[in-house]
């Protein structure tokens, strides 16, 4: 028999009958093939079948391809009478872009069933087929074969670094090297939750001044353009001149009257400007932010946000094993403000070179004398990150309680804003009549 093999593979002859040169095509388009199913995307399949009862079922899945899946449910004692793509909607096709939260309650998921003993591959896919948004299963789709193709999970999330910053991917490396990348991944969980609850409180914070501001122009548009047109009908017949305070107002109202949609485009594209040159320009991030950390109430809010930011990111990636020098790097981008993302840049600088943390914090001129205090004592004890956790607690309670103190103080603001407003135009309305009454006396 081997003699036989021998013989037709010296003629060039596969055992099989094929010619040997066609024999290593086939096998080297199979081996691609293979690779190509490997790689390839995660997509969104509709199903129909029958279980081993006869039962009428159907479904929607995730899977590399169409053979998979009727695999995977033939597995679960599913047998596929239909097996087709999941048809894209006409309006969001590629579903909502994958928020932070997103990847807060993905980390969450990630730790608690790697703590139970779930393999990471296993998690994944879990966590891919059981999310809504098909832009985030499509994610953690393509992370799960990138780590079944032998990457790691640091390797595979860093083919995604706008839902996966700089701070995560370099956690999740130190997690990996040091084999504790569950412990490290509750940790970036709650760094997340914590991250995403103060941001949603700065979010509160800005709303209330941006919603009286927004109520009061509408307001004023609202009686400048239907209301103040039929008093200045009123007032010709008068045949008097107008008090000057009412000439303005009736003044505002021909012009809004008039070019009300041009008011609407100036004012469209001054704002959409002001934000495309905020996005573009370090200059105006800067300026910006410098202006809104002088605003009252907002601005001290916005420096304990940045504070508790700083606190927190730090901390967290000193106690995952990130050098110092790197985890300031890291630790800049995530203050949310660019005046502190500068200045603790400035402090990696002088750390890098000897200075100890807090000098380098008394160096910057931003951070409370409290902060720079109990830095210091946390480096003397060895415990820079358990004293660093102290002060994010801290300031993201202070922030809390700002938070709430201007919701209580806005919400009569507001009434008082608004009135001042509506009663500033009524009184200018009516004082032609209160002349007129006092002349006809």
Same mark, same amino acid.
């Given at each position: 028999?081997?003699?036989?093999?021998?013989?037709?593979?010296?003629?060039?002859? $596969?055992?099989?009958?094929?010619?040997?040169?066609?024999?290593?095509?086939?096998?080297?388009?199979?081996?691609?093939?293979?690779?190509? &199913?490997?790689?390839?995307?995660?997509?969104?399949?509709?199903?129909?079948?029958? &279980?081993?009862?006869?039962?009428?079922?159907?479904?929607?899945?995730?899977?590399?391809? /169409?053979?998979?899946?009727?695999?995977?449910?033939?597995?679960?004692?599913?047998?596929?009478?239909?097996?087709?793509?999941?048809?894209?909607?006409?309006?969001?096709?590629?579903?909502?872009?994958?928020?932070?939260?997103?990847?807060?309650?993905?980390?969450?998921?990630?730790?608690?069933?790697?703590?139970?003993?779930?393999?990471?591959?296993?998690?994944?896919?879990?966590?891919?087929?059981?999310?809504?948004?098909?832009?985030?299963?499509?994610?953690?789709?393509?992370?799960?074969? &990138?780590?079944?193709?032998?990457?790691?999970?640091?390797?595979?999330?860093?083919?995604? @670094?706008?839902?996966?910053?700089?701070?995560?991917?370099?956690?999740?490396?130190?997690?990996?090297?040091?084999?504790?990348?569950?412990?490290?991944?509750?940790?970036?969980?709650?760094?997340?939750?914590?991250?995403?609850?103060?941001?949603?409180?700065?979010?509160?914070?800005?709303?209330?001044?941006?919603?009286?501001?927004?109520?009061?122009?509408?307001?004023?548009?609202?009686?400048?353009?239907?209301?103040?047109?039929?008093?200045?009908?009123?007032?010709?017949?008068?045949?008097?001149?107008?008090?000057?305070?009412?000439?303005?107002?009736?003044?505002?109202?021909?012009?809004?009257?008039?070019?009300?949609?041009?008011?609407?485009?100036?004012? $469209?594209?001054?704002?959409?400007?002001?934000?495309?040159?905020?996005?573009?320009?370090?200059?105006?991030?800067?300026?910006?932010?410098?202006?809104?950390?002088?605003?009252?109430?907002?601005?001290?809010?916005?420096?304990?946000?940045?504070?508790?930011?700083?606190?927190?990111?730090?901390?967290?990636?000193?106690?995952?094993?990130?050098?110092?020098?790197?985890?300031?790097?890291?630790?800049?981008?995530?203050?949310?403000?660019?005046?502190?993302?500068?200045?603790?840049?400035?402090?990696?600088?002088?750390?890098?070179?000897?200075? @100890?943390?807090?000098?380098?914090?008394?160096?910057?001129?931003?951070?409370?004398?409290?902060?720079?205090?109990?830095?210091?004592?946390?480096?003397?004890?060895?415990?820079? &990150?358990?004293?660093?956790?102290?002060?994010?607690?801290?300031?993201?309670?202070?922030?809390?309680?700002?938070?709430?103190?201007?919701?209580?103080?806005?919400?009569?603001?507001?009434? /008082?804003?608004?009135?001042?407003?509506?009663?500033?135009?009524?009184?200018?309305?009516?004082?032609?009549?209160?002349?007129?009454?006092?002349?006809?006396?």
């Amino acid at each position: 028999m081997y003699a036989a093999l021998k013989r037709a593979n010296i003629h060039g002859v $596969a055992a099989w009958g094929w010619p040997m040169g066609e024999h290593m095509s086939i096998t080297r388009s199979a081996i691609k093939k293979q690779a190509v &199913d490997r790689t390839s995307q995660v997509q969104s399949f509709i199903w129909e079948g029958t &279980d081993k009862r006869g039962v009428k079922m159907k479904g929607e899945q995730s899977a590399r391809n /169409v053979n998979m899946l009727r695999a995977e449910l033939r597995r679960q004692g599913i047998i596929p009478s239909l097996v087709k793509t999941k048809p894209k909607p006409l309006f969001g096709a590629a579903g909502k872009k994958v928020t932070s939260k997103d990847i807060a309650f993905f980390s969450r998921q990630m730790a608690t069933m790697m703590k139970s003993g779930v393999p990471i591959v296993g998690s994944l896919e879990i966590i891919g087929e059981g999310h809504k948004n098909p832009r985030m299963r499509q994610m953690v789709g393509r992370i799960r074969t &990138d780590i079944e193709g032998g990457s790691s999970l640091y390797e595979a999330i860093s083919k995604h @670094p706008v839902q996966f910053d700089e701070l995560y991917r370099n956690l999740v490396r130190a997690g990996e090297g040091a084999g504790v990348l569950e412990t490290v991944l509750d940790t970036v969980a709650n760094y997340k939750e914590n991250i995403e609850t103060l941001k949603g409180k700065i979010k509160k914070a800005l709303f209330y001044p941006a919603m009286v501001v927004a109520v009061a122009l509408i307001v004023s548009a609202i009686l400048l353009i239907f209301v103040v047109p039929q008093f200045e009908e009123v007032f010709k017949s008068f045949g008097a001149e107008l008090p000057a305070f009412t000439q303005m107002i009736v003044n505002a109202s021909r012009l809004m009257v008039s070019y009300w949609w041009l008011l609407l485009v100036i004012m $469209a594209g001054g704002i959409s400007g002001l934000i495309f040159a905020y996005k573009r320009s370090p200059r105006m991030q800067h300026t910006m932010d410098r202006l809104i950390l002088k605003f009252p109430i907002i601005g001290q809010i916005m420096h304990n946000s940045s504070i508790a930011r700083f606190a927190r990111t730090t901390a967290v990636t000193f106690k995952a094993g990130v050098p110092l020098v790197e985890a300031l790097s890291i630790v800049a981008g995530a203050t949310g403000n660019k005046v502190y993302e500068e200045a603790v840049l400035r402090m990696r600088d002088d750390v890098s070179v000897g200075y @100890p943390v807090n000098m380098a914090m008394k160096q910057v001129n931003l951070f409370p004398h409290m902060v720079i205090q109990m830095t210091a004592i946390g480096e003397e004890a060895g415990a820079l &990150d358990a004293m660093l956790f102290k002060v994010a607690e801290y300031f993201e309670q202070e922030v809390n309680n700002a938070v709430d103190a201007l919701s209580s103080l806005l919400e009569p603001l507001i009434m /008082v804003f608004i009135g001042t407003i509506v009663g500033g135009m009524v009184i200018g309305m009516y004082l032609p009549i209160f002349k007129l009454g006092a002349v006809v006396g």
